[in-house]
T-cell receptor, first 115, second 115 residues
Framework: GAVVSQHPSRVICKSGTSVKIECRSL??????MFWYRQFPKKSLMLMAT?????????EQGVEKDKFLINHASLTLSTLTVTSAHPEDSSFYIC???????????FGDGTRLSIL | GDSVTQMEGPVTLSEEAFLTINCTYT??????LFWYVQYPGEGLQLLLK?????DKGSNKGFEATYRKETTSFHLEKGSVQVSDSAVYFC??????????????FGKGTLLTVNP
């Protein structure tokens, strides 16, 4: 149980393109979803927290107009990287959680490469 | 604020050796503690957890005990396998400061097991 599916697993696109990443909880209702960014050989950096039906809460230093997050249902959240540039290239990972004190379950990540 | 300090790697062991990865934490209140594992190119998988003092989490031969007196949650395995090669993250979750049970991660420890 507690499976989180993230899609796509890899994206390569040109600078200026907008890219959408989906995160789905397959067998549970995700009250809260999280989006992380991971640089090579580094730990995860929390970008934002989204609760179903509410606006996302962004961490300090994360541009909300650059990284658009939608959490329209209890099983789906999307992260859109708008007008992506090479510096946005990274590994993006989502996680989902049911109740507040339950563990987060992670997707397999999306490798984003902007040329 | 909350923080997690874990043993810096990389750690290189031979197959069947004993593994310890140290993890200590700082938190207000009573956090839950987790170990996550990340295999190359993948997201994080929950390895084990403990939610209160003296709890022992265990899974796939790995164990960790929640020690409140030493604020530690060290990961151990009696006999590692090549397939255990991965990055291991210690993490805590609490609601201190209204953090909504966000995860605070350590920096990760790369484990390489040689045949």
């Amino acid at each position: 149980g507690a499976v989180v599916s993230q899609h796509p697993s890899r994206v390569i696109c040109k600078s200026g393109t907008s890219v959408k990443i989906e995160c789905r909880s397959l067998d549970f209702q995700a009250t809260t979803m999280f989006w992380y960014r991971q640089f090579p050989k580094k730990s995860l950096m929390l970008m934002a927290t989204s609760n179903e039906g509410s606006k996302a809460t962004y961490e300090q230093g994360v541009e909300k107009d650059k990284f658009l997050i939608n959490h329209a249902s209890l099983t789906l959240s999307t992260l859109t990287v708008t007008s992506a540039h090479p510096e946005d290239s990274s590994f993006y990972i989502c996680s989902a959680r049911g109740q507040s004190n339950q563990p987060q379950h992670f997707g397999d990540g999306t490798r984003l490469s902007i040329l | 604020g909350d923080s997690v300090t874990q043993m810096e790697g990389p750690v290189t062991l031979s197959e069947e050796a004993f593994l310890t990865i140290n993890c200590t934490y700082t938190a207000t209140g009573y956090p839950s503690l987790f170990w996550y594992v990340q295999y190359p190119g993948e997201g994080l998988q929950l390895l084990l957890k403990a939610t209160k003092a003296d709890d022992k989490g265990s899974n796939k031969g790995f164990e960790a005990t929640y020690r409140k007196e030493t604020t530690s949650f060290h990961l151990e395995k009696g006999s590692v396998q090549v397939s255990d090669s991965a990055v291991y993250f210690c993490a805590l979750s609490s609601n201190s400061g209204g953090s909504n049970y966000k995860l605070t991660f350590g920096k990760g420890t790369l484990l390489t097991v040689n045949p």
